[in-house]
């Protein structure tokens, strides 16, 4: 069984902060990792994709991926209320399964 | 206006009925995706499909079929076999299955049961 976990939460941080979410995975031959944002009741939208070792880097957001580990984050700089969602981590599996494996999400609350 | 649409936004099934939940890409999009959401839960894979006229179950394909008659329709239907069908379903596609391919959600479409 191919896993992927995220602490479901809540996250509370102030206006300004930065946010840390993590997410670790069980399949050593996942290849690609995906972080969506989504808010109550609506789909989830990409937020960053990430598929070699280290940092990634877009405006306030960054991926950070340590195979060895098999632990993906992701960083919001300088939090918004409007940053206030779930966070879903996904996981590319390799091998026959080849599909996107989610975690629960990490609920983040930004207060004003 | 590119995008993915589902419909109905809300639906609701008597027991015994089977229904079904329209997803429709305008994305020139080879693969498209079920998936099923629960309250506090991430999203379960339903079905896949990589091209026209073929299609693959994914972890929870119990109680559902689909069809991909058309490359921009993958319509998902629920049957009465699926005795816990209340849930938040999504729908997404991509350009082609794999590892760096990202996945585009539709809006999805809530079930609930009478």
């Known amino acids: 069984q191919k896993e992927v976990e995220q602490n479901s939460g809540p996250l509370s941080v102030p206006e300004g902060a930065i946010a840390s979410l993590n997410c670790t995975y069980s399949?050593?031959?996942?290849?690609?990792f995906f972080w969506y944002r989504q808010y109550s009741g609506k789909s989830p939208e990409l937020i960053m994709s990430?598929?070699?070792?280290g940092d990634k880097e877009d405006g306030r957001f960054t991926a950070q991926l340590n195979k060895a580990s098999q632990y993906v984050s992701l960083l919001i700089r300088d939090s918004q209320p409007s940053d206030s969602a779930t966070y879903l981590c996904?996981?590319?599996?390799?091998?026959?399964?080849?599909?996107?494996?989610f975690g629960s999400g990490t609920q983040l609350t930004v207060l004003p | 206006d590119g995008g993915i649409t589902q419909s109905p936004k809300y639906l609701f099934r008597k027991e015994g009925q089977n229904v079904t939940l329209s997803c429709e890409q305008n994305?020139?999009?080879?693969?498209m995706y079920w998936y099923r959401q629960d309250p506090g839960q991430g999203l379960r894979l339903i079905y896949y499909?990589?091209?026209?006229?073929?299609?693959q179950k994914g972890d929870i394909a119990e109680g559902y079929s689909v069809s991909r008659e058309k490359k921009e329709s993958f319509p998902l239907t629920v049957t009465s076999a699926q005795k816990n069908p209340t849930a938040f379903y999504l729908c997404?596609?991509?350009?082609?299955?794999?590892?760096?391919?990202?996945?585009?959600f539709g809006p999805g479409t809530r079930l609930l049961v009478l």
């Open positions: 997404a596609s991509s350009i082609a299955l794999g590892p760096q391919e990202t996945q585009y």
């Open positions: 499909s990589q091209i026209v006229n073929d299609f």
């Open positions: 399949d050593r031959g996942s290849q690609s």
């Open positions: 990430i598929y070699s070792n």
């Open positions: 996904a996981v590319f599996s390799s091998g026959s399964a080849r599909q996107l494996t």
């Open positions: 994305l020139n999009h080879d693969a």
